[in-house]
């Protein structure tokens, strides 16, 4: 008698409610699989099972199982020749991490992120995992502006930023160059600064 094909699969993860049903593949070319002797226990207390055939045995379903912490899912499988096997299934409950502070790195540089998580519910054990991403370097963009008049020889310009995501504590340079007059002389470049306050 052969069980397997589970339908989570080991070393995965799902959220809970993604979990609608259990199935396994209960096989045996010796003997004919008993399906009134074949079921699911959730925690060691048997729970309704339905089948559907396949080549030399049956698929067994465990539908809308309650899941709450771990879980410890058992197929109890017998067959016609007095055959039995048990298999368990440890479904751990974790949590899935996720970073959602807003840290400003810097440009270019590498960042190692790591996280570690216990199990506490079979076999006590503690991992960790790491891994790293690179933030992007600075970038220098020409940015539209609108010139208004303000008088008759003076004129203002508005500048479109293209983010308007300013960190409070940094200094920004805004350069204007390229500006000519009505005769082409080209006007000497502009360099201003400001700082965001805190």
């Not at 729970?47 to 899912?73: A, E, M, Q, W």
């Not at 751990?92 to 840290?103: K, P």
């Not at 930023?161 to 007059?181: A, E, H, M, R």
Request: aromatic share 16%; with cysteine; hydrophobic share 35%.
């Amino acid at each position: 008698m052969l069980i397997n094909n589970f339908s989570i699969g080991l070393n995965e993860w799902y959220y809970l409610d993604d979990i609608t049903y259990f199935s396994v593949d209960v096989t045996d070319d010796i003997c004919s699989v008993s399906t009134s002797g074949t079921y699911f226990m959730l925690n060691e207390v048997p729970t309704l099972t339905t089948y559907s055939g396949i080549t030399d045995g049956y698929r067994f379903y465990c539908s809308n199982p309650v899941i709450s912490g771990g879980l410890i899912v058992t197929i109890h499988a017998e067959n016609d020749c007095s055959g039995v096997e048990e298999i368990d299934y440890n479904l751990l409950f974790g949590y899935r991490a996720e970073f959602t502070d807003y840290i400003d790195w810097g440009p270019n540089k590498e960042i190692v992120v790591w996280s570690r998580a216990s199990n506490t519910v079979e076999c006590p054990n503690t991992e960790s995992f790491a891994t790293f991403f690179e933030t992007k370097e600075l970038e220098s963009r020409d940015l539209s502006a609108f010139i208004y008049p303000t008088g008759y020889g003076n004129l203002g310009a508005e500048i479109y930023p293209q983010s308007k995501y300013f960190l409070p504590g940094y200094t920004y340079t805004i350069t204007v160059n390229g500006i000519k007059d009505f005769s082409g002389n080209t006007m000497e470049p502009i360099i201003f600064s400001f700082t965001i306050e805190d």
